[in-house]
């Protein structure tokens, strides 16, 4: 699943006239929801989106977060988006699972590991790698949404920026323009999006990423090391 905060991007930040005390970060509960998800290897955790009221730059914002959370041990992996000051637009960015009952079926392609008592999630669009990456551990639930009401930025990847908690590997450079847009939008200005991931698989200490070019047979595999920074990109063989 995946909270829906990049298909909004474009919208802006409104002005609001702040009070003359700032109030500490909290959550407004109505809006809580948690529902449950099983990795392929049978691990069972918590998805938990939750509406966190803040502020960013100077302004009061309404903030969707996404934690992901295993009960017992208590790996924590914490997705944050871009803020709102607009709590209506900030809603209808939350999906809305089931309370407590199973997570609705995935449709975002992508690659959700937890591994050696950290949590991977590589996702890729148009040939750009995201890597949310956690090692936090918590008791209780209440320290982890505790933490992220202080720390929610280090998990922003919102602008391409990579974050504490967020790599952000763009192989345009290596790869070229056209790997990632078709050829009968070589001449236009329509946007074009799709879902690049092909595989993760580690290799030694390092991650090997296969990534998808917008047409076939395109393919690249994207070398990371054990910090996830790039080492390399190399075009697979049948990619001009």
């Known amino acids: 699943m995946q909270i829906r905060w990049k298909s909004l991007a474009a919208l802006i930040l409104m002005g609001v006239p702040l009070n003359a005390q700032t109030s500490k970060p909290r959550y407004l509960s109505d809006w809580d929801h948690m529902c449950k998800a099983t990795l392929a290897d049978g691990t069972k955790y918590e998805v938990w989106d939750r509406l966190l009221v803040t502020e960013w730059q100077g302004k009061p914002s309404y ?27 900030a809603i209808a960015m939350m999906e809305k699972p089931p309370k407590g009952g199973p997570c609705p079926e995935d449709s975002q392609y992508h690659v959700l590991l937890l591994q050696d008592g950290q949590w991977i999630d590589f996702w890729s669009r148009n040939g750009s790698v995201e890597v949310f990456h956690s090692n936090l551990k918590f008791r209780a639930r209440k320290e982890a949404w505790s933490y992220v009401a202080e720390h929610w930025q280090a998990a922003d990847s919102f602008g391409g920026v990579s974050t504490k908690f967020v790599e952000v590997i763009n192989p345009y450079q290596q790869l070229g323009a056209d790997f990632s847009r078709p050829k009968r939008l070589e001449f236009s200005a329509q946007g074009y999006l799709y879902n690049s991931l092909g595989s993760v698989k580690k290799v030694g200490q390092n991650w090997e990423l296969e990534i998808r070019g917008a047409e076939e047979p395109n393919r690249a595999t994207v070398l990371l090391d054990s910090d996830f920074k790039l080492l390399a990109v190399t075009k697979n063989h049948g990619t001009p």
């Open 63 to 89: 903030l969707p977060v996404r934690g992901l959370y295993r009960p017992g041990s208590g790996e924590f992996l914490l997705r944050a988006g871009l803020g709102f000051v607009d709590k209506e637009h």
